[in-house]
């Protein structure tokens, strides 16, 4: 997230940019809101992990926590997704010299999309196979990751396409 803030606040400083500077100036925003999202996600998900494994040693609460410990993840892959959806939104004003560095970004993004929902395909396990909550989560990470390759392939097609020949 924090080399898509740094492509778009270099895009926006550019002499010579031609684009939407108040569209680029809302991506950057959003970006810099995910990145802040994305920071607690993970503590959430510490210490949605620790109240689990409490519950689990004292044998009470383990439902709710264990459905925690699947919400909080999912959250943090959505909010990778969003920033996926960022570069998207920002490759065609971004100046074909930056280009490169938000293909970077949206291949991070899209990787940190896959490893986060490893984490709710462990979690997932976890639950009874007729659990409604394992549907739902199942489906919940099948669209993020999804989304997140289809909306990774649309920047880097549209990335290398804004290249010049060389």
Do not use: H
């Not at 383990?62 to 459905?67: I, Q, T």
């Not at 990778?80 to 998207?88: K, L, N, T």
């Not at 899209?110 to 976890?126: E, H, Y």
């Amino acid at each position: 997230m924090a080399l898509l803030a740094l492509t778009l606040k270099v895009a926006s400083r550019r002499k010579n940019f031609s684009g939407n500077r108040t569209r680029l100036a809302k991506l950057l925003d959003a970006a810099n809101k995910e990145s802040a999202r994305l920071l607690r996600y993970a503590d959430e998900d510490i210490s949605a992990y620790q109240q689990y494994r409490d519950c689990l040693r004292r044998k009470r609460g383990v439902e709710a926590a264990l459905r925690r410990i699947i919400e909080s993840p999912l959250a943090a892959a959505g909010s990778a997704a969003r920033g996926v959806d960022i570069c998207a939104d920002a490759v065609t004003l971004v100046p074909w010299s930056v280009v490169s560095d938000l293909g970077a970004a949206a291949t991070m993004l899209a990787g940190c999309v896959r490893a986060i929902l490893l984490t709710v395909d462990v979690n997932i396990s976890q639950l009874p196979a007729a659990s409604k909550l394992r549907r739902n989560a199942r489906k919940s990470r099948r669209d993020l990751q999804r989304g997140a390759m289809r909306r990774l392939e649309q920047v880097l097609k549209q990335a290398r396409d804004r290249l010049p020949a060389y």
